[in-house]
């Protein structure tokens, strides 16, 4: 599915904010370093994880990096990088440098471990347009909705030809969450009262209309809720989470079931082995590479399937913005916010419910032209608005009207 049209950079009018980026743990923050040079805005990494310093070697490297770059936002994503006890947010407010934090993962399960964040008035952005409004609810008062992008820089349709094991009519790549959730499990130290009932709790979290377990549980298992009031806030954090990755488990293990009669490849860690073990009929393969094999990879399969974490009930994860960037073909499950971002059934394949996939996802083998002409006018759409340099203009606009 060879294509010739290449991504046009879009322009930032305006003043141009100077952006000091902190750390690169993060995958996306190469994508934002990217959009930031084509746009030819003024920035600085700060790689704060690779460095293992005690607090007074941290404000020392702080105040030398502020003092010379002179950056008019500090941006960070998922608040990495910012510590716990609120030393950084001190650091900024001192200097009125603000700290703007772009959160890809659920925001609730990651500020709730920071002291004092709000009360420093950080600027957040969040990929959950769901969640804009629980932030402001906690204290934070400048919270914006971003969805995430692609990079057609690098996912493209001018793919290299992948080995034959990777070749397949229908695939699948991501995480079976086994570990994530056992890893959780152990950490939350649940008493036995929240432990008993955990998957009937992760089951019905997954077809429940809340959008976060806290506000499942305090309709469904208000005792709970108090069971966990009662535990160190780490613990009780700790088991929120497991019970979102349990959800999601369930429910990807619950999707992939539907497509078995197609024969499908199967990416993502050794926890699949584990939970369809006993399932005959597809192929596995060990995780990927995002940068250097995932691109290629998704022009390799007529059919690129996604179901999403329950950590994010409305909003669209990577898979979405990243296989029609590469002119290749995705049938994803319906979240309430891709209808603001592609046009579903004409740039987007989309099922409703897990029953609509086996019919679907025949449907579509047996329709090359459709799954192309869907592909196409997807990637059409990503590069004019769902690039990540939209994003960053979006960011730094917003930013710039709102305190600069």
Known sequence: MK???SPRI?????????????????????????????????HQLLDLAAKEMDLDEFVRLMTVTLNAFKPDIVLTVNHLGVDHEGVLMSILNQVKVPLVSWFVD????????YNNT????????????????????????????????????????????????????????????KTKTELRF????????????????????????????R????????????????????????????????????????????????????VGDDGWNDILGRVKGWRYHPELSYYDDLPDFYLASDINFNCTSKQMKGACNQRVFDVPSCGAFLLTDHRDQIEKLFEPGKEMAVYNSMDEIPGMVERFLADPAERKRIAEAGRKRVLAEHTYDHRMISLLTTVRDTVL
């Not at 659920?106 to 471990?113: G, R, S, T």
């Not at 906690?138 to 990079?151: I, K, M």
């Not at 506000?215 to 954090?237: F, N």
Request: aromatic share 10%.
């Open 215 to 266: 506000e499942y549980l305090k309709r469904e298992w208000p005792h709970i809720i108090k069971e966990m009031a009662r535990q160190p806030r780490m613990r009780a954090l700790a088991f929120e989470t497991y019970l979102t990755w349990l959800a999601t488990c369930l429910y990807r293990r619950d999707c992939l079931l539907r497509i078995m009669p197609f024969k499908p490849l199967i």
């Open 106 to 113: 659920n925001p609730h399960l990651i500020l709730d471990l």
């Open 3 to 5: 294509q010739t049209d």
């Open 186 to 213: 152990d950490a939350a130290q649940p008493t036995f009262t929240m432990m008993e009932s955990g998957f009937e709790m992760a089951e019905g979290f997954m077809e429940a209309p809340e959008r976060t377990v």
């Open 118 to 177: 709000n009360s420093e008035r950080p600027i957040l952005f969040t990929w959950d347009a769901d969640t804009v409004e629980s932030l402001k609810a906690e204290g934070y008062e400048s919270v914006f909705h971003l969805p995430l992008g692609a990079d057609p820089h690098r996912f493209s349709p001018e793919g290299n030809e992948v080995p034959q094991d990777l070749q397949a009519r229908v695939s699948f790549v991501g995480n079976s969450m």
């Open 10 to 42: 879009p322009e930032l009018s305006g003043k141009k904010p100077r952006v000091l980026l902190l750390t690169s743990q993060y995958f996306i923050m190469g994508e934002i370093e990217a959009a930031l040079k084509r746009l030819d805005v003024e």
